[in-house]
């Protein structure tokens, strides 16, 4: 892969991977090698998280065009190698959460992905990408069931930093689905939300106690996108 040709995202946004019995299968050791490096550097480059995680679940019998998108992963290393995390010194604790959800995009078993990050103050400290396990019927359910999981991520920092007597009030989420905020913000469970598991309302609880506040954001400005689907390139960058 030395001398391929770079590129600027990790995958096309019109890609999407399945089982593709017609493909011809390849090394299984070597994929899950290639894989496995690929998700060690997540850790530093978030940028490549959803890409590497849907490769990721076919390593049980991979094929060729899975392994295609694992090389266009590292041609786009090799195209953004100047990319990477900055963590400033500041005094500056606020938190903040971005939340989002791929309705049904699985072309597999049609489960949608949730996406979130989490910022302390200016820095990026936190972020998932991760298919849901159930499927949800509506695109109101698949974002609520997101903001949830970003809900319980922020809480798990939050009761990190009071170890620290650094004590927020009301952490900000920001969301790009206005039905999402109205459940939260309903304290009647109506026709439309009976179907939505019990767990996932504990949202509603602490929109209530105060404890995080839903804030609609523009499609354009949510960060979150980049952790559900693959992206254009103007918005990639």
């Keep these: 892969m030395e001398d391929a040709k770079p590129m600027k995202t990790p995958m096309h946004p019109s890609t999407t991977l399945g089982l593709d019995e017609e493909s011809l ?25 959803f890409s590497v995680c849907v490769c990721a679940r076919f390593q049980v019998r991979p094929k060729e065009v899975h392994l295609q998108v694992v090389k266009r992963i590292l041609r786009c290393l090799k195209g953004t190698a100047n990319l990477g995390i900055n963590f400033y010194r500041s005094q500056n604790f606020s ?29 990026l400290v936190s972020w998932t ?11 109101c359910e698949a974002e609520y069931v997101a903001t949830g999981q970003c809900l319980m991520q922020l809480l798990w920092i939050k009761h990190q930093l009071e170890d620290y007597d650094i ?71």
């Design 95 to 123: 938190l903040l959460g971005y939340c989002d959800a791929d309705y049904a995009g699985d072309e597999w078993e049609r489960k949608n992905t949730s996406g979130g990050c989490h910022f302390l103050g200016r820095c």
């Design 25 to 49: 299968v390849i090394n299984r050791t070597m994929y899950r090698g290639m894989v496995g490096s690929l998700l060690y550097l997540t850790g530093s480059r978030p940028d490549i998280m």
């Design 167 to 237: 004590y927020e009030s009301s952490v900000p989420v920001l969301c790009d689905n206005t039905a999402v905020i109205n459940i939260s913000k309903n304290p009647v469970l109506h026709s439309r939300t009976k179907h939505i598991e019990i767990k996932h309302h504990f949202t509603r609880d602490h929109v209530k106690k105060g404890t995080f506040e839903l804030i609609n954001v523009k499609i354009k400005e949510q960060l979150a996108d980049i952790f559900t689907k693959p992206l254009q390139e103007d918005r990639y960058v």
């Design 129 to 139: 990408s991760k298919r849901q396990n159930t499927i949800a019927l509506s695109t």
